[in-house]
């Protein structure tokens, strides 16, 4: 049986971002079945919500909208009813939840959360600094980073950085290659939570091939040899367990899994700090 597909409409007076998170972490339960998605953000006026109706009354679909504005919701429910589309807000469930709970009403403001706050551009900065220290660069101000991955090629060391960095984390990583010491510095770091990325032989190895098949590169290299990579990440063990530095198996981990743990021993690291001050 061949693979379905169905329209869903995201319509949001910000972003889209809460929408197409929450969407695509419910969609990835169906795996025969995929959407095709419609997003409409800064949906803000009645103007634009008449245009983004008419797209869904000519692809009729699942209809999910985070709208703050009563008129706007009313209209959009009323307009999904004629049509025939379920439509549900996501946020109103957690919105009554937390007037339940507060015993005190929201305000209505449309894209709340992307207000320019100090997290905001703490996060602005996590990522510079992120991205001018991926893959071995700027080793002289590896101090300042939180956290300093450490991994051999190919096990997610610049998107979990990345991902890091979205939460305010300012990640430096370096990869480890064969016959090339580490920097002398980094074994002399005290802020940076150091943490090392591991996989298995066999899925490096199989993630390098498709690597070289998109550059259309010679195969025939200890790049791909499964017992030089194997011999690699044995190296990689050794270190990390010689320099007691915490290590994580990113073979089944997907890049949200892998930086939930290394947030966890950011706040054990940190607390260290804490308790000597």
């Known amino acids: 049986m061949g693979r379905q597909y169905f329209h869903l409409h995201l319509v949001s007076d910000s972003t889209g971002e ?62 999904c009813r004629e049509i025939g589309s379920p439509c549900l807000s996501v946020l109103q469930p957690i919105l009554g939840l937390f007037q339940a709970y507060l015993g005190t009403p929201s305000t209505p403001r449309p894209g709340a959360q992307h207000v320019l706050n100090a997290d905001y551009f703490k996060r602005i900065d996590a990522l510079n600094f992120t991205m001018l220290h991926d893959d071995g660069q700027e080793g002289e101000s590896y101090e300042k980073a939180d956290v300093l991955l450490l991994g051999v090629s190919r096990t997610s060391k610049t998107p979990t950085s990345i991902y890091l960095a979205n939460r305010g984390i300012k990640t430096a990583n370096i990869p480890l290659v064969p016959q090339v010491p580490l920097p002398p510095r980094v074994f002399e770091l005290k802020q940076p939570l150091i943490v090392g990325l591991i996989a298995s032989p066999e899925r490096i190895v199989q993630i390098r091939q498709n690597r070289l098949l998109t550059l259309n590169a010679d195969h025939d290299t200890p790049y791909v040899d499964k017992a030089a990579v194997a011999e690699e990440v044995a190296h990689s063990r050794r270190l990390f367990a010689l320099n007691q530095w915490p290590y994580i198996d990113v073979t089944r981990r997907s890049i949200e899994e892998t930086a939930a743990a290394i947030i966890d021993l950011y706040k054990m690291h940190r607390m260290q700090f804490i308790t000597q001050a």
């Open 18 to 79: 809460t929408l197409i998170a929450v969407s695509r972490a419910v969609a990835a339960q169906y795996q025969e079945v995929s959407s095709i998605e419609h997003v409409y953000p800064l949906v803000r006026s009645r103007a634009q919500l008449e245009r983004a109706i008419s797209e869904i009354e000519a692809a009729p679909g699942i209809v999910l909208f985070t709208l703050v504005e009563p008129e706007l919701t009313e209209r959009l429910e009323q307009a």
